[in-house]
Structures are given as C-alpha cells and as structure tokens.
C-alpha cells in the first residue's frame, strides 16, 4: 500500500433525490466532525422533488478549507443514472465504494473498488418495511466508517446529533449503519491508502451552521417584530428557521402571545410590500427571497428609497437570469440589486463572506436601516446559505438596538411642533422622522413615492426635486463610511486579489496554494456596498489586482472600475467562475497563473 | 359649521384635508366627505389614523381628510401589502385604505375604496 493520507481528503456520495441520502451524509458529516477533523460539506442537489440525481461532497482537510474541491478522492456510488460519469470525477489511485449491480467492466483501473450488495443488504437486513429505501443510504454511513477507521463512538455521536428531536429515530437508523459497518469487516481488507484520525486543537469552540439558520438567527438578535416573505429557494430557509427561532424564543411567557408577526404573503410583491409598510409605521421589518423575487420586488424597492422607508430584504442568491439553475449558487445579483428600481436608485448592500457575518450582518441590516432611513440589503448565495459550515460559535450583541433619528411625543414639544420630514438638519442627508401613533398634533406627514418638498408635501418643483436627490446622495455616502469596512490582508506582496462573499473560502485556499509556490497575493474582502475608500488605496499599493467572483460579467470588477481614478484602472483584472458550482480555489489559481505569464 | 365636539374632543374641521385637485362632481370627493364625517362622529383621534393608499386618482383621496394624520402613498395597485404591513407594526392604528379596486371595512381598518 502507498504511504497513508491521514485527514486529507474528499468524499463525493452520488445519490438519488429524495431517497434520504441527506440524512445519511449529514450523519457522516457529524461523526467526522466529532472526531475533531473539520468538515466542509456541499449538497448539489436538483430543482426536483424525487428521482434527479443528487451529490453531497463532504472535503475534509487538516487546515480547515471551506471551499469546494474540484477532485474526489472516496466516490461513493449509489445511483445508478450517473455512475459511469461519477466514476470519471474521481482522482487516480482514489477509492469508489459502489452498488454490486453496478458493472465495473471496462470500467477504470486507476482507482480501488469496494463492491457492496447495497441493495441485497437492505432487502435481507433491514426488517423495517416502511423505512427500508431510507435506510438503506445509512448502509453506505458503515460502509465508510468502516473504511475510513470513524470510531463507532463517533457514529453513534452523528446519529443522535442528527436526530436530536427524534430520539426514536435512533436505534432504527444506528442497526442500518451497523449492517455496512459489518459488513466491511467481514469482506474486505483495505487497499486504498484514506484513513481518519481524531485530531485536536481545531474544530473546539466550533459548530456546524448553514448561512440561512445564522441570518435568522441575526435577524431575531436585530430585534426584528415583521417578517413577510415568499417561498423561493435557496432562500426559504431562512424565514423557516426564523420561525422556527420565534416560536421559542419569541413569545410572551405570560400570556403565550406571539412576539412577532409573520405573513406568509401571496406573492413576492406583497411580501416585500408589508415589510415597507410595517418598517414606515415603526416595526423592524425584513423579508428574504432569491433573484426572480428580487426583480418583483425593483419597483417597491425603488418607493422605500425615495420615501425613506427602512426595510431589510435578504436576497439569497442563486443562478439566473429568469427561473435559471433554482438550486444553484451565483453572486450574479451584485449589480442588479446595488440599483434596484427604475430611476436614479443606489442602496446600501451588505456582503456576508462568512456564516458568522450572515448572522452579524443580519442582526446589525436593522440598524443600519433605521439609521439610514433606507432598504439595506443583504446578499448572501445558496453556498453560503445552505450549505453547513464550520465557524466560531456567535457572539451576543453586546450594544443596544440604533433605531435612528425618530422623534417622540416630548421631541416635539421641545420642538414646539417645528420639524420637517426631509430637512437635512445635521448635514448628513439622514433626516427625522416620526412614527404613526405620536401623539402629537405635528407628527403627522405624508409619505410618498411622487415629488416631494421638505415638508413632504407633492411637488413637480426642478428645484425641490434635484435637492432632495442630492440630499439622498449625501446620505448613502454618510452611510458609505459606516459600513462593514473592508478586511484587508496584506504582507507587501506586488499583486493582490479582491473578492466578497462566499468567493472567501476559495481565495483564502488559494492565497495558501499560491504562497506554498512562491507566489504570495494580498487579499482585500469587500463587505459592503456603496465601496469604501479602502479600495482605491488597496489597488493603488498593488501593481496587478484580481477580482475574484462568481458571475458571468464581471459585476464587482465594473463597480470597483468604476470608483477608481483612471490611472489604477488598469492594474484591475477579472477572474470570473459561474457555473453554478461553489468556487474552487483552482479556478483562481489557474487563471492568476496564466495571466500572471502575459505581460502587462 | 357644527362647533360641536366629539368624543375626542375635536371639531369637524380637525378631520378635513387639503382641497381636493379631483374633477368637479367625482365621486371620490363625494367619498371623502363621508370619511370626514365618519372619522369625526367615531370620534378617531388622528394620531392613531394612518391613510394608506396607492398611486391614481383614487390614492389622492388621504390627501383631502384628516390633514394632521400619517399619510402613505405607496405604489400603483399595491396598497393591501402596505397597508397589511402597517397594521401588523402597530395593531393600535385606525387604517383608511383607498385605491381603485374594492370598498370594504373590517377589523380596525376603514376602507374608502372606488
């Protein structure tokens, strides 16, 4: 046998749809994790209830990558439709566990089979009729953990992890496992060189988390009170956790009442419409959908930035354009929702790298709009959303809620009743407003999405109109300078890469495969939209700067074009991947390689 | 003028707008002064009334009553979501809605609609 690879390697299970191979792979996520080896697990699965194929690629690494691997090393083969194609993913001198039925003739020889009569052991082993096509996936958690070397503790640990809420559940699903476990200590003698051992000093201090469950989670510690949304993957998710989070931890002990309202509403135009309704009478108000939503909700978006509504609207973006691939991630949302609306529109756009900013953006979208008086969006993508991934357990908010400049009943008669809607009293373009209900004879004004003066009284006037949208100007850039700046990790090196939200995994594996090589890249995350001044004085220390994104066009590296004086211009260069597969860090490596070679 | 006050303590005139820019003899000024009239004898304090309504003739109308409550003109067609939004943020409101679909009243929200 070759010389072992420990803790370093990746799993692709090719299943069926809706034959539970989910819970299968997230048993064998949950047990490797508990053994202290980080774990970085991708479901690709179809826009299809039952029968399209399926994939969950669980990579583990000793450094903790997060980022998709383009190479498999253990296939584990249960599906028939796709097995010769699978079969050609994997690496040479890789390991592939298959279905017995499955023909290995002229199949290749570059790879070590593990035969398994998945099927027949199911048929005979599993007494259960009801739940045998379930269970049946966990024959193949054995088969692996028998492979691997997972400790039985281990599995045991995933099991009731996976099954907290179904404690029943366990027994039934732990015997299936047991079958594949056994059934590889009897027939087989290992001949691929994979193994796993219990490592320490990593994953401690650490969970498991999909992007969605944090930003319901953030959106909760953000004091949210009304959410409308609309049901759309990948981003549905997230109002079911919320939901989820607000029947515990929401609710009035006393009396048993709800503590927030939620409306499933009937389409996406309703939805976001509530939200701007209940976010203008005072409420933290959000909804979340993914791109077609996104495009329903342009003209609503449009009136909460001219009316100066706040208003949270999480976009969870997936491919398109149109209906394009449902279940598949892209950032291809960045430039479309950065001008969201017809007119002259620029709002605040919040860009979550990791599964701790989802939740941290989340929470803090709330203030941010409520400073503002704007539509904050957050844009996350179904990688960052949907998938588990490892990260630092969350931080409690340790500051108050900013519900920005609100005036009261006493605020008004300080004021003697004097105030106006849109009067830039403090310079900053963020005005005063009141909220239904004041009791206050001068509380009251009208809000509208037509021309309006100071006062907010209806206006066609040249001059009220261009001084409000210049007043609007001034303060998205009061809010420019307040936003999640930009993270930047430099060490002086002459070229650099740039890139924001999920694209983080795969940069910072590739800064690491770049360095090892003698190619070290400095790195700047952009978080936020409208850009920071950062950016320019990034570029202008770098000689070549690569943006690094998952879109067709090019849309951050427009942008930041766009912002930059025109002699840094063209030290910008664009590497852009947009298949509708998470990021590998190759596809940065490779093209920075190549362009690397072309002179300037 | 009736000087006579209501349960709220105020006049008539405390529930009338601005004058209305609508055709002489439309039917939603005919609608506006009811609401007036019935704003005033339900005794409505205005702080509490929000007038929600789209955009079009019809969604002038929250600018021709109750001059001193919170007003919204949201967008075409669109004013059921904002109003639906209103009234779960603060369920102490007393809602008018008008756009040009429906007229209907029910649970705390006044509707002129045509």
Request: glycine share 8%; proline share 5%; charged share 20%.
């Amino acid at each position: 046998m070759t010389q072992p690879i420990v803790n370093d390697l990746t799993i692709q299970a090719a299943t069926v749809n809706g034959s539970g191979s989910q819970t299968a792979n997230l048993v064998l996520t949950r047990a490797i994790f508990h053994m202290g080896i980080p774990v970085a697990p991708k479901n690709v699965f179809p826009s299809n209830i039952e029968g399209l194929p399926t994939w969950y690629q669980l990579r583990i690494t000793p450094e903790g990558h997060m980022a998709r691997s383009d190479k498999v090393d253990i296939l584990v083969a249960f599906n028939v439709a796709t097995w010769r194609e699978d079969l050609k993913t994997v690496r040479p001198g890789g390991a592939v566990i298959h279905e017995e039925a499955f023909s290995t003739a002229e199949a290749r020889t570059d790879v070590t089979y593990y035969a398994v009569p998945f099927a027949k052991l199911a048929k005979s082993k599993i007494q259960n009729d009801t739940l045998r096509k379930q269970l049946a996936n966990m024959i193949y958690v054995g088969v692996v953990a028998g492979l691997l070397g997972i400790p039985w503790e281990a599995v045991e640990h995933g099991v009731r992890r996976q099954f907290l809420t179904k404690p029943k559940a366990v027994p039934v699903n732990l015997d299936a496992i047991k079958v594949g476990y056994d059934y590889w200590q009897d027939n087989f003698s290992k001949q691929d060189p994979y193994r796993l051992e219990p490592m320490q000093g990593v994953v401690e201090g650490k969970v498991l988390v999909e992007g969605n469950q944090a930003a319901a989670l953030g959106a909760l510690m953000g004091g949210v009170t009304v959410v409308a949304w609309y049901p759309i993957t990948p981003s549905s998710s997230l109002c079911e956790y919320l939901v989820a989070y607000a029947d515990r931890f929401r609710v009035d002990t006393a009396t048993g009442e709800k503590l927030i309202s939620v409306v499933q509403a009937e389409d996406e135009l309703a939805a976001v419409g509530m939200a701007i309704g209940a976010g203008w009478a005072g409420a933290r108000a959000m909804t979340s959908t993914s791109g077609p939503g996104i495009s329903l909700m342009a003209e609503f978006s449009g009136l909460a930035y001219y009316a100066e509504v706040p208003v949270v609207i999480f976009d969870i973006q997936r491919i398109g354009p149109s209906t394009g691939l449902p279940t598949r991630t892209s950032q291809a949302d960045l430039g479309f929702v950065y001008t969201l609306s017809h007119g002259d529109t620029k709002h605040v756009v919040l860009l979550p790298g990791t599964v701790e900013e989802c939740y941290e953006f989340a929470r803090d979208a709330f203030d941010y709009a409520d400073r503002f008086q704007t539509p904050v969006f957050v844009l996350s993508d179904l990688d960052l959303g949907m998938n588990l991934w490892m990260t630092p357990e969350f931080k409690y908010p340790d500051k108050p809620l900013d519900r920005g400049k609100v005036l009261s009943k006493d605020d008004l008669e300080r004021l003697a009743g004097e105030w106006a809607r849109y009067r830039d009293v403090d310079g900053d373009g963020v005005t005063y407003r009141t909220l239904p209900g004041t009791d206050h004879p001068a509380a009251g004004y009208f809000t509208r999405g037509s021309g309006h003066d100071e006062m907010a009284r209806y206006t066609e006037g040249a001059d009220a109109y261009a001084r409000n949208m210049d007043r609007l100007s001034r303060k998205l850039e009061t809010a420019r300078h307040v936003l999640p700046a930009p993270v930047a990790d430099e060490a002086g090196a002459p070229i650099a890469l740039i890139a924001f939200g999920s694209t983080h995994a795969a940069v910072v594996e590739a800064r690491e495969t770049l360095a090892a090589s003698g190619k070290p890249v400095d790195y700047l995350r952009i978080r936020a939209l409208p850009l920071a001044d950062d950016v320019a004085e990034f570029v202008r220390r770098h000689d070549h700067v690569y943006v690094v994104e998952q879109n067709r066009d090019g849309q951050l590296f427009d942008l930041i074009r766009l912002a930059l004086p025109a002699e840094l211009v063209g030290r910008l260069r664009s590497i852009r991947h947009y298949n509708g597969q998470p990021i590998p860090a190759v596809a940065i490596t490779e093209p920075l390689m190549q362009l690397e070679a072309v002179p300037a | 003028m009736s000087a006579t006050l209501n349960r709220a303590g105020l006049a008539r005139d405390a529930y009338k707008g601005a004058a209305t820019t609508l055709c002489a003899g439309c039917g939603h000024n005919s609608i506006t002064n009811h609401m007036v009239k019935a704003l005033y004898e339900l005794g409505v304090e205005p702080h509490l009334l929000a007038k929600m309504s789209g955009i079009g003739c019809s969604s002038k109308t929250p600018a021709y009553f109750v001059e001193t409550a919170h007003g919204f003109n949201g967008v075409h067609g669109r004013m059921p979501s904002l109003t639906t939004g209103a009234h779960l943020a603060n369920r102490q409101l007393i809602i008018s809605a008008s756009q040009a679909t429906a007229t209907r009243r029910r649970s705390g929200w006044v509707s002129s609609c045509t």
